[in-house]
């Protein structure tokens, strides 16, 4: 499995059989201009949309894809999906409404992305997700979980791989934190833009993966 950083919360991750997921898609310019990342223009197969704000749902993508809003079970090019239901925030969606965590099972893989996750998991969330082997989590806070609420989810969901999305950057213009406050005193393994992550060579303690993003 490939994984390559768009930009924002958005990845694009290619099975071994060539089958092409891109999660939570920004719209460029969307929310008066702060998302400056490029317009995507990769081919998806699958598109995952965790909520409906502009910076995760943008659905001009190229491919023809089949889109995954719903935490209902399915099996889409031999990728099994599922989801749970989460909020945006710490009021149980008062104020920015509820929020999806996609289970996707890729090359014996679980990976996990986590979306605008915005408050620690209960013990009922834990068990809807299960054994996470790779785990895309926000950092940069104020919309999303900070830093330190990062590291309790990561410690309770102990994955294999973490890589780290949603903070701010040069092409990001919300007041969020950048990924420095996250991997502050931390080991990573920086990846540039794109990874390579195969089953048989999971670390064996979780290992944070930086990626920059490529739009």
Known sequence: MKVRFLGHAAFLITSDAG???????????????????????????????????DDHNE????????????????????????????????????????VII?????????????GDLGHNLSSKEIEGIGNVDVLFIPVGGYFTIDAKVAENVINVLKPKIVIPMHFKTDKCGFPIAPIDDFIENKETKKCGGECEIKKEELPQSTTIYVLNPTK
Do not use: W
């Not at 993508?61 to 719903?70: A, E, H, Y």
């Open 19 to 53: 089958v092409r997921i891109i999660t939570d898609p920004y719209k460029p310019g969307c929310f008066d201009g702060s998302i400056k990342y490029d317009q995507i223009t990769e081919e998806a197969d699958i598109v995952t949309i965790s909520h409906e704000h």
């Open 59 to 98: 659905t001009r993508i190229n491919g023809n894809p089949t889109f995954v809003k719903s935490t209902d079970a399915q099996v889409i090019k031999d990728i099994k999906f599922s989801g749970v239901d989460v909020y945006h925030d710490t009021s149980e969606g008062k104020e920015r409404g509820s």
């Open 102 to 114: 996609f289970n996707m099972f890729v090359d014996g893989m679980n990976i996990v992305h986590l």
